[in-house]
């Protein structure tokens, strides 16, 4: 009673245990009439931390930014997250690189890298660490963009299109798709051969971008749903396997943010 009596409640602490597993417990009471009933119970000791989910939310010529979540085991947070990009190996704090949302129990780690090389496609291994030890480790491809790809931006970008659409969207403006791998919106690329494959017309238009949403691989969570989280265009970057030609993509949801400036001879 003197070690482990306070305030109405006893307590215990068990140590040596293994990390992530659960221990069968036998509580009885004892006083001087003698042993109560037993009661038995199942503990469990905190565990690793899972696999993170990891998006990256920015692309440059020569950088790339990434964000992920990672849930915190209760009783041992996630302390550290190593990243792994080809022989470099970055380790991040919580304190450094952790944020918290109002009203949100969870928070986001972020990371940035510089010096790259433009147009490349970069695998990048994280493992989560607390004081159970290293969770399991997720890998995902980033990619540094051919072009600045700054939010908030105006950009020239091409669209292809035949003669007889040409003169519509001359007249009349763009219409958006109804269909297409980033759903609902207007197909454009900065790089003038992707849009050759659409038509023997290209236009050249000035697109005020927005808000921009990198969309890296199939399957994507925001794939179809970019625009209704908040984002004026997605942008499939190049190589990343989203297309075959492996030429970038975008798909702009507002056709009042394109404005056509004149045909490209080809």
């Not at 992530?20 to 004892?30: H, I, N, S, T």
């Not at 109560?36 to 990891?54: D, E, H, K, M, Y």
């Not at 992707?194 to 971008?209: D, E, M, P, Q």
Request: charged share 25%; glycine share 10%.
């Amino acid at each position: 009673r003197q070690r482990g009596f306070a305030a109405g409640c006893w307590s215990f602490t068990v140590d040596g245990l293994e990390g992530g597993r659960g221990v069968a417990l036998q509580v009885l009471a004892v006083n001087e009439a003698g042993r109560g009933p037993a009661v038995n119970c199942r503990a469990f000791t905190s565990r690793l931390p899972g696999q993170p989910w990891i998006e990256q939310t920015d692309s440059q010529p020569d950088s790339l930014a990434i964000e992920w979540t990672v849930d915190d085991p209760d009783g041992a947070p996630v302390l550290s997250c190593r990243v792994q990009m080809g022989s470099r190996s970055f380790t991040f704090h919580r304190s450094d690189s952790f944020s918290t949302s109002s009203g949100s129990s969870g928070g986001k780690w972020t990371a940035s890298f510089k010096d790259l090389q433009p147009s490349k496609k970069f695998c990048i291994r994280l493992t989560s660490i607390n004081a159970v030890g290293e969770g399991r480790t997720k890998e995902f491809s980033v990619y540094t963009s051919k072009f600045d790809r700054r939010s908030g931006k105006v950009y020239e970008m091409y669209h292809g299109t035949s003669e007889e659409y040409a003169r519509q969207i001359e007249r009349s403006g763009f219409r958006p798709s109804t269909h297409g791998m980033l759903g609902r919106g207007v197909y454009l690329s900065r790089d003038l051969r992707k849009a050759r494959a659409y038509g023997c017309v290209i236009l050249k238009c000035k697109v005020a971008v927005g808000k921009v949403k990198i969309i890296n691989h199939q399957g994507h969570r925001l794939q179809q749903s970019w625009a209704q989280n908040g984002y004026n265009t997605a942008w499939v970057p190049p190589e990343c396997g989203m297309v075959p030609s492996g030429l970038e993509e975008d798909c702009v949801w507002d056709p009042k943010r394109i404005t056509v400036l004149s045909r490209v001879r080809i």
